[in-house]
C-alpha cells in the first residue's frame, strides 16, 4: 500500500540515504523530494529528486508540508538547527519518524522533527525532545532525558536517568553511565565511556571520557 502523506528531506548526503531507508521501511510517508544545494538541482538520491535548495523552504513550508531535517550532526549541528527554524517559522510541519524495527515504550514520549532509527531501543519514561536524531542500534534507557538537536549516534548506549543536553553529539558506541548529566553542546567521540557528569562544553574521548587536551 502507497504512504498517504507527503514529505520533504532537507540535506541530501550520507545521513539522508538512512533516513530514506527508515522512511520507506515506515511506509508512513511519500517522498516527495530532496532539498539541497543550487548547484544538486535534478540530482536523483535513491531515487528521489532534489527539487530545490533552502531558499525554497519557506515557499514548501507554507504550503504546510511535513519536512525532516536530513543533514546529519557530527560536531555542529547549527545547519540543522537553522533549517529547522525556517521550517517552522513558515507553518511546515515536522513529524516523528519512528522505523517500525524500532522498539518505541509507549510509556516514552519524543517530540517533533526526531527521527527513531532502525533498531533503536526507547524505554519506559524517557523524553526525547526536538530535532534529535536517535540512530541506529542506540539504547535510551528508561528516564533519559534527551534534549533538542542532539544526535545519539549508531549503538551507543545511554542507560537509565542520564540528561544529555541540547545540540550535543554522542559519538558511536558511546556508553554513559546510568544517572550521568551531559551539558549542552558537548561532543562524546566514539567509543568513549562517560562515567561521571560533563559540565563543561567541549570534546571527550575515552576510557573514562575525559576533556580532549588540545581545547
Ligand atoms: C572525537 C572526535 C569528535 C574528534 O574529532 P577531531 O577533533 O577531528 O579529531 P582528530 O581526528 O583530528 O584526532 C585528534 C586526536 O584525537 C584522537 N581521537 C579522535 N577520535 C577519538 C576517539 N573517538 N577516541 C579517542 N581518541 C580519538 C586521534 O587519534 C588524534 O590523536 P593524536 O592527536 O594523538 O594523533 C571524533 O574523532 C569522533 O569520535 N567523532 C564521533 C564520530 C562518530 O561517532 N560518528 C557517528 C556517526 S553515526
Avoid: W
Amino acid at each position: 500500500m502507497k504512504a498517504n502523506e507527503n514529505i520533504i528531506l532537507i540535506g541530501g548526503g550520507g545521513h539522508c540515504k538512512a533516513c530514506i531507508d527508515v522512511i520507506e521501511t515506515e511506509n508512513k510517508f511519500q517522498i516527495i523530494g530532496i532539498i539541497d544545494v543550487p548547484e544538486k538541482l535534478g540530482q536523483v538520491i535513491l531515487g528521489y529528486k532534489i527539487i530545490g535548495n533552502d531558499d525554497n523552504i519557506p515557499d514548501f513550508a507554507k504550503q504546510g508540508y511535513n519536512f525532516l531535517i536530513t543533514i546529519g550532526h557530527l560536531g555542529n549541528p547549527n545547519q540543522r538547527i537553522k533549517l529547522y527554524d525556517i521550517v517552522k517559522e513558515n507553518g511546515g510541519l515536522l513529524p516523528v519518524i519512528i522505523s517500525p524495527i524500532a522498539h518505541v515504550s509507549k510509556h516514552s514520549s519524543i517530540l517533533q522533527g526526531t527521527i527513531i532509527m532502525h533498531h533503536a531501543l526507547i524505554n519506559a519514561d524517557a523524553k526525547i525532545s526536538e530535532n534529535c536524531i536517535i540512530n541506529n542500534k542506540a539504547l535510551i534507557e528508561h528516564d533519559v532525558i534527551i534534549e533538542d538537536n542532539t544526535h545519539i549516534s549508531t549503538g551507543a548506549l545511554i542507560n537509565g536517568n542520564c540528561r544529555i543536553g541540547k545540540n550535543c553529539l554522542v559519538g558511536s558506541g558511546v556508553v554513559v553511565k546510568q544517572l550521568i548529566n551531559i551539558c549542552q553542546n558537548t561532543i562524546v567521540g566514539a567509543g568513549a565511556v562517560v562515567v561521571c557528569d560533563i559540565v563543561n562544553s567541549g570534546i571527550y574521548t575515552g576510557i573514562p571520557a575525559k576533556k580532549k587536551d588540545n581545547e
